[in-house]
């Protein structure tokens, strides 16, 4: 594991970057330290040293490699989940795999990205992770909606065990996150506060026993609830 950073501004959005590649690491850090509410506060070449990091440190967000040699990113992004329910994982790699994106959303991933988007798309979704919102790379929304009619096409005659009860309202919320809709945007919908939202979504996650809005996303649309929205 690779040695703590100084420390960032009270304020600033404190994220963790793990990638088997040192000269790509070094990289993201020069251009998220040149935003003034990002610091990077720690590094580390593969996924139990992203583990220790993360509980080292307690980043706000991890930027993280899917395939790296000594522990890939997906099972230390469940780790991680696990250790620090409030930090948000955000997938970075090369892959293009379905498999490797559906099993990044179920370890709890906020976030999937291509190396190949432009560094201020990476900064802007660092922001918008932190916000609450999900985070997906265009060229990969197919692949989620392929993943979605799968399902559908799987439950059509089968319906899955129900889930523990979602109220009226947290059953609103979750329709409105299976569509995309941020935390404000949500909020200005059904007419209340954005901390009541995320009380709202913390809540569902929890009785879902689930770690992200993506993998929320896809209950909801497996038990077909957005049929009643």
């Known amino acids: 594991m690779q040695g703590s950073l100084p420390p960032p501004a009270d304020d600033a959005i404190r994220v963790l970057v793990v990638d088997d590649h040192v000269l790509y690491r070094r990289g993201l850090e020069v251009v998220l330290n040149q935003e003034d509410d ?24 991890v930027l993280m490699d899917v395939r790296m040699p000594g522990g890939g990113g997906i099972p230390a992004c469940r780790q991680i989940r696990d250790l620090s329910p409030t930090t948000r994982v955000i997938m970075i790699t090369t892959s293009d795999d379905e498999r490797d994106l559906v099993e990044s959303i179920r370890a709890g991933a906020t976030g999937y990205l291509l190396k ?31 993943e979605f009619a799968s399902i559908l096409r799987s439950t059509s005659e089968q319906r899955t065990v129900p889930a523990p009860h979602l109220t009226d309202r947290e059953l609103e919320v979750l329709r409105l996150v299976a569509q995309g809709l941020g935390n404000r945007e949500i909020a200005k919908r059904l007419f209340i506060s954005e901390n009541t939202v995320k009380n709202h979504v913390r809540n569902i996650l929890e009785k879902l026993q689930m770690h992200s809005r993506m993998e929320a996303a896809l209950y909801a649309v497996r038990e077909r609830l957005l049929d009643g929205a």
């Open 38 to 61: 990002i610091r990077v506060v720690a590094e580390a070449g593969n996924g139990p040293d992203a583990v220790a990091a993360a509980a080292d440190v307690t980043p706000d967000i």
């Open 116 to 146: 190949d988007v432009p560094p201020e798309e990476v900064v802007a979704g660092i922001r918008a992770v932190h916000a609450g919102q999900s985070l997906l790379s265009p060229s990969l929304a197919s692949t989620l909606l392929d």
